[in-house]
């Protein structure tokens, strides 16, 4: 136990201790998730932030079944299209590109066909400016269908306090090897290193 321990406090330290990624330029990530398990339906947004890029189309892979579009920020002007597993927007107007700013805005509303722990990502996106040029994204965000938001926030035990931190290290170190634990934080019936990977990678606030 004492070898997880420290294995685990030298990766949070490494971690904690890295600067942010150079040259990234946007962030793109998943919001307004909802999913009925009954129906295996669900809806969610795709959304955007950039300090400093003009946003003129976008496209990306998504795995899992897509069956419709609709626009939020990319409504006058933009064309949104699906062919097969790709999504491919575009906006033919530079008046009614995406501008830069601090806030982040809604792109689009996807609404989908999954399976319960069906992990939805970003796959292959390439987000262009007004210059045609790729931008340098931040793409890496993803979830798994019908689990919570922050799976990774579970302590306290009567339902967590909205932080990732020691406490659940701590108590996934505490349960190492257990089944049906609590600190099983990516549901697979063990609690192990992929446990860890998960509180690490969650640390913090969520949201």
Do not use: H
């Not at 420290?6 to 998730?33: F, K, N, Q, Y």
């Not at 064309?79 to 906006?91: A, G, H, P, Q």
């Not at 340098?136 to 932080?163: K, M, N, Q, T, W």
């Amino acid at each position: 136990m004492s070898l997880i321990r420290r294995t685990a406090t030298l990766v949070l330290a490494a971690i904690l201790a890295s600067p942010a990624m150079a040259g990234i330029e946007a962030v793109v990530r998943w919001g307004d998730i909802s999913w009925d398990e009954t129906t295996g339906k669900g809806t969610m947004s795709v959304k955007w932030q950039s300090a400093f890029e003009q946003l003129a189309g976008f496209q990306f892979n998504i795995p899992c079944q897509i069956d419709s579009i609709a626009a939020l920020e990319c409504n006058e002007n933009w064309s949104l299209n699906l062919i097969s597993d790709v999504i491919i927007c575009y906006c033919d107007t530079p008046s009614s590109y995406i501008q830069p700013g601090p806030n982040e805005v809604g792109l689009i509303v996807l609404e989908f066909t999954a399976e319960f722990g069906d992990e939805i990502v970003f796959d292959q996106p390439i987000f262009a400016n007004d210059d045609a040029d790729s931008i340098d994204l931040e793409y890496s965000d993803s979830f798994r269908v019908g689990y919570p938001p922050c799976p990774a926030d579970v302590f306290p035990l009567e339902g967590g306090d909205g932080i990732v931190d020691i406490q659940e290290m701590l108590g996934v170190l505490a349960d190492w090897g257990m089944s049906g634990s609590v600190y099983d934080v990516n549901y697979d019936d063990i609690v192990d290193v992929s446990d860890v990977l998960e509180v690490l990678q969650s640390w913090g606030e969520c949201g």
